[in-house]
């Protein structure tokens, strides 16, 4: 029933910024870390950044100081701002949150569709 829904992804040029947008929906008691990875073709996919339910931000070294991430508890939304993008940030970006449910004693990850980020001119 959980579900995780990203938006914002698009086509790019090199320097520019995009913010992607991760909503979850359903039957959520609370979420604890939320995260965002990324695959390119023929590569594996990678974690970008990270943050905990106390707010502890991890990022991958090729996008620390550009990529920042946020969340809303509020909305059950979290957030990935990129900026300066580089054609090797281009990826299918993928949702990931770790829920607890009402009906569950622990948490579960949940991943969203992916959404996709072209940086080119």
């Known amino acids: 029933q959980v579900q995780l829904v990203e938006s914002g992804g698009g086509l790019v040029q090199p320097g520019g910024s995009l913010r992607l947008s991760c909503r979850a929906s359903?039957?959520?008691?609370?979420?604890?870390?939320m995260a965002w990875y990324r695959q390119a073709p023929g590569n594996q996919r990678e974690l970008v950044a990270d943050i905990t339910y106390g707010g502890r931000t991890n990022y991958v070294d090729s996008v620390k100081d550009r990529f920042t991430i946020a969340r809303d508890d509020a909305k059950n939304m979290v957030f990935l701002q990129m900026n300066n993008l580089k054609p090797e940030d281009t990826a299918v970006y993928y949702c990931?949150?770790?829920?607890?449910?009402?009906?569950?004693?622990?948490?579960?990850?949940?991943w969203g569709q992916g959404t996709q980020v072209t940086v080119s001119s």
């Open positions: 359903g039957s959520i008691h609370v979420i604890y870390t």
């Open positions: 990931k949150a770790d829920i607890v449910s009402p009906e569950r004693l622990r948490s579960y990850d949940y």
